[in-house]
Nanobody, 120 residues
Framework: VQLVESGGGLVQPGGSLRLSCAAS????????MSWFRQAPGRERELVAI????????HYANSVKGRFTISRDNAKNTVILQMDSLKPEDTARYYC??????????????WGQGTQVTVSS
């Protein structure tokens, strides 16, 4: 399994970023996929999950209405569109497979992630 995240960067509050995760080494279309994030000194937390069917979603309350998760099964890619970013969204973002219930990651190993910093 290989998961390669990209698209992070420095953005001002209220700005947008689009994260991408390229997946390989497993049958992508049969897995729910997720984004997690980890800020310094804090535990990794779930941000969003998209079911393998592509029509069921779950978002953390802190990002509802601002973030949108999507997937492209033809490209084995999962996207996180982040709008109206806040300083508290600053973290390293990771993708993983997901068990839609109970909202947990599939694999214990993680990619390198991509850093998102929201600051003026």
């Amino acid at each position: 399994v290989q998961l390669v995240e990209s698209g992070g960067g420095l953005v001002q509050p209220g700005g947008s970023l689009r994260l991408s995760c390229a997946a390989s080494g497993f049958t992508f279309q049969t897995y729910s996929m997720s984004w997690f994030r980890q800020a310094p000194g804090r535990e990794r937390e779930l941000v969003a999950i998209i079911h393998s069917d592509g029509v069921r979603y779950h978002y953390a309350n802190s990002v509802k209405g601002r973030f949108t998760i999507s997937r492209d099964n033809a490209k084995n890619t999962v996207i996180l569109q982040m709008d109206s970013l806040k300083p508290e969204d600053t973290a390293r973002y990771y993708c993983n497979g997901a068990w839609y219930v109970p909202r947990s990651p599939v694999w214990s190993s993680w990619g390198q992630g991509t850093q998102v910093t929201v600051s003026s």
